[in-house]
């Protein structure tokens, strides 16, 4: 006899995969709490899987199911808050694995401005980032914004996101000319990885800003055909307000900026979490948003 609880969580940090088991006595009655932790980038699947035993002089008798499911119940929602308090531990991805995702971008572009080829990925790297994420990878110099590409959804593993993404961020950006190799060391790298979008519900158009909050979403806009993306770091840098940020992330997907006020307008938010290069080559740090 068993159950299976699947609780929604949110995590960024990848780790192998985990299992813990629990033990638990009530008078006649074991409980046996396995505890499966499948941990994805921005995303974990729990699952907490309970069996209990019945002594054999209960065999053939009326199993009094709703104390069962009573104590289940209690037994699995401490266990829960304490496997939560683990994830928000973990919440993160470590200062070496963000240092090494922006280093890997320098390394891609300088390996492709160079020698015109894409640089193979050393094998460690792609284990450790063999999840799927969606990843964006910004390029700037000391006159501002010089490239930005990247994947909004997790479609990709993350280490071929973040090549394909710097790469492109580098020469395939519309609205800058290909960076050249003479400007590697002129130029700073920056790497956003993303929980994968949500829509926002509201009743009222009006609530829109309400459920958005500027330093930890990420917006994107949609109507028809059109789409525009802005990152959650954007609006900090610029001092917006949420309303501020919907106009502008409506002017990104080429609307009008009171666009986000129509119903046929649909707004999506995600997470990110931000690694740069504070200069050229230079000292790696987490953007605080």
């Not at 990848?14 to 499966?36: H, W």
């Not at 531990?89 to 015109?116: H, I, M, Q, W």
């Not at 999840?131 to 930005?148: E, K, M, Y």
């Amino acid at each position: 006899m068993g159950m299976k609880i699947n609780p929604e969580t949110s995590v960024i940090k990848r780790i192998e995969n985990r299992e813990k088991d629990y033990r638990f006595e009530a008078g006649s009655f074991v409980f046996n709490i396995r505890l499966v932790i499948d941990k994805i980038a921005m995303g974990t699947n729990l699952t907490i899987i309970v069996d209990y035993q019945l002594p054999y002089a209960w065999v053939g008798r009326i199993i009094d199911a709703l104390f069962i499911r009573r104590y289940l119940k209690r037994e699995v929602d401490k266990t829960l808050e304490t496997c939560q308090k683990i994830l928000e531990e973990e919440k993160r991805l470590s200062k070496s694995e963000g240092e090494s995702l922006v280093k890997t971008a320098r390394a891609v572009v300088t390996e492709f401005l160079k020698n015109n080829r894409k640089m193979k990925l050393d094998e460690k790297f792609e284990n450790t980032f063999s999840f799927n994420s969606g990843v964006f990878v910004t390029i700037n110099n000391p006159a501002g914004l010089r490239g930005c590409i990247g994947y909004p959804l997790p479609d990709k593993k993350l280490f071929n996101a973040l090549a394909d993404a710097a790469i492109a961020a580098a020469t395939e950006d519309p609205r800058f000319h290909s960076v050249s190799s003479d400007e590697l060391d002129k130029i700073t790298f920056e790497v956003t990885v993303l929980t994968p979008p949500i829509e926002i519900k509201v009743e009222n158009i009006s609530d829109y800003p309400s459920k958005i909050k500027v330093g930890r979403d990420g917006l994107i806009v949609k109507a028809g055909l059109n789409s525009g993306l802005l990152l959650p770091q954007v609006p900090q840098e610029y001092g917006w307000n949420e309303e501020q940020f919907l106009e502008h992330t409506c002017e990104k997907a080429g609307l009008p900026k009171d666009h986000w006020k129509k119903k046929e307008t649909k707004i999506q938010k995600f997470e990110g979490i931000v690694f740069k290069e504070q200069s050229p080559n230079g000292n790696i740090v987490q953007v605080i948003l």
